[in-house]
């Protein structure tokens, strides 16, 4: 009897190794597919150079996304007579008509574009940016970039022609729709504000060192934080130098990405 056990065990070790081996040489299992990445971009934009030493051309422009208007930069753009363009969202028309009133009544100063219905990411696959959840489909891009040109023409605003999506990134596709709907997508080349999050000093030295040709992104609707200080401060700082400002609307632009081709 005990022999009979002795000889089932190593018959079962036999087998279990002989199993193992085998196991062993089969080839690996082929990994699972993964969906392919969805390539963003976020567009730099530069506009045509003065070159002209002291005399630094540079385009100013602000997103309105939400919340209130920061009178701290207002002020600053209309008492020292610098034009700047102006992305609005439908969201910050509702909330803000003392400060459209004065973009209206300075239509020398303030070019007024398009920064969406909703502030939504103009990017037609479903993602968060941010914890921004995004548009997530090609209807619904359209409908954040016209959305917004109708609250802007119902507001009095002039037909936009430019436009910037919520964290101004995109994904190709999506710039392919929203250039088809006849619009030119602002990219920047200078972040100022760093979405407005930035302390007073550092944006201020940010915007300040702002070079001939360059496009400074930066918020004006965030009148508690910080970074709007920095801003106002960084205008007089540049004007002081010299500096030409100008609107989108008065310069030849360059983008990548064909966000202006």
């Known amino acids: 009897m005990n022999r009979i056990l002795v000889v089932s065990a190593f018959l079962l070790a036999a087998i279990s190794a002989a199993s193992a081996d085998e196991l062993s040489l089969a080839p690996p299992a082929a990994p699972l597919s993964k969906a392919p990445a969805i390539k963003l971009v976020e567009p730099h934009l530069h506009i045509a150079r003065s070159n002209i030493a002291g005399h630094a051309r540079i385009a100013l422009t602000f997103d309105a996304c939400m919340g209130q208007a920061d009178e701290r930069i207002l002020s600053t753009l209309v008492r020292e007579r610098i034009p700047a363009t102006i992305f609005v969202t439908a969201r910050w028309l509702k909330?803000?008509?003392?400060?459209?009133?004065?973009?209206?009544?300075?239509?020398?100063?303030?070019?007024?574009?398009?920064?969406?219905?909703?502030?939504?990411?103009?990017?037609?696959?479903?993602?968060?940016?941010?914890?921004?959840?995004?548009?997530?489909?090609?209807?619904?891009?359209?409908?954040?970039?016209?959305?917004?040109?109708?609250?802007?023409?119902?507001?009095?605003?002039?037909?936009?022609?430019?436009?910037?999506?919520?964290?101004?990134?995109?994904?190709?596709?999506?710039?392919?729709?929203?250039?088809?709907?006849?619009?030119?997508?602002?990219?920047?080349?200078?972040?100022?504000?760093?979405?407005?999050?930035?302390?007073?000093?550092i944006t201020e030295k940010r915007i300040a060192s702002a070079k001939d040709g360059d496009v400074v992104i930066s918020h004006i609707n965030q009148p508690t934080h910080a970074a709007g200080e920095g801003v106002a401060k960084a205008l007089v700082d540049l004007k002081m130098k010299g500096a030409e400002f100008v609107r989108l609307e008065d310069v030849e632009d360059m983008g990548d990405d064909k966000t202006t081709e």
């Open 95 to 201: 909330r803000n008509p003392q400060a459209l009133a004065v973009f209206l009544q300075n239509p020398n100063l303030f070019e007024l574009e398009n920064h969406g219905e909703n502030h939504i990411p103009a990017i037609d696959t479903p993602m968060l940016v941010y914890g921004i959840a995004s548009a997530g489909s090609p209807q619904a891009v359209k409908q954040e970039v016209e959305g917004g040109a109708a609250a802007m023409v119902a507001s009095g605003i002039p037909a936009p022609h430019w436009f910037r999506g919520s964290t101004a990134k995109y994904d190709l596709s999506a710039i392919g729709e929203i250039r088809a709907m006849g619009y030119r997508i602002a990219g920047y080349s200078v972040n100022g504000d760093g979405g407005s999050l930035l302390g007073a000093v």
